[in-house]
């Protein structure tokens, strides 16, 4: 992966690169207006290719823009990296890296080039001796400059030659004809049953799945195209019950074309918000098309252990309380509990003499069951406001969210809409193209673009805006808005699907920025001394970090090598999830769609062995210095 020597004489290109921006190019054209953006692009990819075969990262490096980065996944190394143009060499030296030995760059698809007054966007393909990689590039001034600049240069891992996805030609057939033998041969339902209780007698999954949501069951699936063994443990009755059993009015707030599950799209018919027991039933229905091997009603025992010497895990499986545990040796360990761990409970104040019903919101059920009672909803964000609005429609006699701090809102009408146009919309990118850019933008990136989109976003939602600043709600000024939001903190936001209205017009009443103090038999009381009646109290509160799921669920032991889980490293990329965590043969799924086959690929990749076998260590110190300080 990394590290790939190579016995090419070492060229400079980077004076011809700096001249070849402002003269002529490998044609002889001066600052050809009239040069095709495919043209454009190809000229570039063949400037990279000369660096890459020559080992010239001083070239390289003068291919991008002053703000240009090199973002990459698999290819420099078996983790993510968001080079900006000034630390690309800095980094390969301190890691002791070489030039990855990319072969036959080249334009993907040359018709489908985006292009705007003073950029382009190319899709682009690429091999090496192991593997075939995607990406894109985005060059600056294009039309204007003989060798235009790159502002993104993305690379990634698609596949391994020779271990690919068992898709179109390379499908299983199924059965074998003309087999007629004794005894008789197993059916395919027959064969399903047995490989599935196969684990319990002495077989062990190469991947054991802790999750069987829709981020456990998507890497299930690519890693069962893959050819790699794997076995889903889920807690629940029915595969969709982390959903089926939340709160009755509960829809997704992410429209359609940003849901898609891979190999199974949704129908052309699915609503554009997909209510919560639809979601749950495609959840059973994609894991039976999938043939995935799920066990339901399955916890593992806390104190799961890694061994390093023969890379497995041990980990024992509890299926219920008068059923011996059954000891599985897996080699990789996946999380895939959700972003939201453990429910998080207000600690500072207490609760004990309240003789109404407390309830977190992950326990919330129906509001008609709240007709004519007083609700107090403890928290502003997506939960909070879906609960509450359930609430009174329901008929609550009284309806009070509690803001505690400021929260981002964004309507699902106009606001989101705006900031997924072009992507994640009817008519727009492929879902594997909108999720190969989403992957391909550096955080840095996404957050400048989003500053305008926002400004764009805050002019269309005024009138909404306004209304809830009448109300008293507290609006959080965020520049960057909802994305960044979410990928900085993955909370603090509502995407307003009806419940900021009922604000507005005072149904629901607010109150605003005032701790609570304690709960009394039949009241919450504030600091300013104000008590608001309540038979039930919702604490839309959040839920505490995923860190101490694992901790919860594996041990003690190995939460406490884990390094930050969400947010940004000093790198710019989302620590912890997808890649590297801090424990070895473990890997924490949460969050974005679009990462199954990215985490399915690593764990491929070390199986296979296709990879510097320092990497661990190597990775390991990258991610202890990346939250001390930024490579210089």
Request: neutral net charge.
């Amino acid at each position: 992966m990394s590290k790939l020597k190579t016995n090419l004489p070492i060229k400079s290109q980077s004076e011809s690169a700096r001249n070849n921006s402002t003269s002529k190019d490998s044609s002889g054209i001066h600052n050809d207006k009239k040069a095709s953006p495919q043209e454009q692009a190809r000229k570039w990819l063949q400037s990279a290719q000369n660096c890459f075969d020559n080992q010239d990262i001083d070239g390289f490096v003068d291919l991008f823009d002053d703000n240009g980065y090199w973002r990459d996944m698999l290819t420099i190394e078996l983790d993510f990296n968001s080079l900006k143009k000034h630390k690309i060499k800095p980094y390969f030296n301190q890691l002791k890296l070489t030039l990855p030995s990319l072969r036959n760059l080249s334009l993907d698809r040359p018709a489908e080039i985006k292009c705007a007054e003073d950029s382009l966007q190319a899709f682009i393909k690429f091999d090496t001796e192991h593997y075939r990689g995607t990406g894109f590039l985005q060059l600056k001034n294009w039309k204007i400059s003989s060798l235009p600049l790159a502002s993104i240069f993305f690379t990634q891992v698609d596949e391994v030659k020779g271990h690919e996805e068992k898709l179109g030609q390379r499908r299983p057939l199924g059965t074998t004809h003309g087999s007629y033998c004794q005894p008789p041969q197993l059916n395919w339902l027959q064969r399903r049953q047995q490989k599935t209780e196969s684990y319990k007698h002495g077989i062990h999954p190469t991947v054991l799945i802790i999750g069987g949501g829709q981020n456990g069951l998507m890497l299930a699936a690519r890693l069962k195209l893959l050819g790699i063994d794997c076995l889903i443990i889920e807690k629940t009755k029915r595969l969709g019950d982390c959903w089926r059993l939340r709160y009755h009015s509960l829809c997704l707030h992410d429209p359609v074309w940003a849901d898609h599950f891979p190999y199974i799209p949704y129908p052309s018919s699915w609503p554009i918000y997909t209510p919560k027991d639809k979601l749950a039933n495609w959840f059973e229905h994609y894991a039976e098309a999938m043939e995935l091997d799920v066990w339901l009603e399955t916890t593992i025992s806390p104190g799961s252990k890694y061994h390093p010497e023969s890379g497995n895990w041990e980990v024992s499986i509890k299926f219920s309380d008068d059923v011996p545990l059954l000891k599985l040796q897996p080699r990789y360990l996946v999380m895939a509990t959700g972003l939201s761990g453990e429910p998080n409970w207000p600690t500072n104040f207490s609760m004990d003499a309240f003789n109404g019903t407390i309830l977190h919101s992950s326990q919330f059920g129906f509001g008609k069951e709240w007709c004519d009672k007083r609700a107090v909803v403890i928290g502003a964000c997506n939960s909070g406001h879906d609960i509450a609005a359930d609430l009174w429609q329901n008929g609550a006699k009284e309806v009070t969210m509690v803001q505690r701090s400021s929260t981002y809102v964004i309507s699902s009408q106009k606001g989101l809409p705006t900031l997924l146009k072009g992507s994640y919309e009817e008519g727009g990118l492929s879902t594997e193209d909108a999720d190969l850019i989403l992957k391909g933008l550096p955080l840095d990136v996404l957050e400048t673009a989003h500053i305008q989109l926002t400004k764009e976003v805050t002019k269309l939602d005024r009138d909404l805006l306004d209304g809830l600043k009448k109300a008293g709600f507290c609006l959080d000024p965020i520049p960057a808005g909802l994305f960044l939001k979410y990928f900085r903190r993955g909370g603090g936001y509502y995407i307003d699907v009806g419940c900021s209205q009922l604000i507005v017009d005072r149904k629901i009443k607010l109150k605003q920025g005032k701790d609570i103090v304690g709960l009394t038999a039949d009241s919450v009381r504030f600091e300013d001394g104000e008590e608001i009646k309540a038979d039930l109290v919702v604490c839309a509160t959040g839920y505490r970090s995923m860190k101490e799921t694992v901790r919860k669920v594996i041990s003690e032991e190995v939460a406490n090598k884990l390094g930050p889980i969400w947010g940004k490293d000093s790198q710019g990329e989302i620590p912890g999830a997808w890649r590297l965590c801090g424990q070895a043969g473990l890997w924490l799924m949460c969050g974005n769609l679009c990462y199954s086959k990215t985490v399915a690929l690593q764990i491929q990749l070390q199986e296979l062995k296709i990879y510097d076998k320092n990497w661990i260590g190597r990775a390991q110190e990258k991610l202890d210095n990346s939250l001390e300080k930024p490579y210089e």
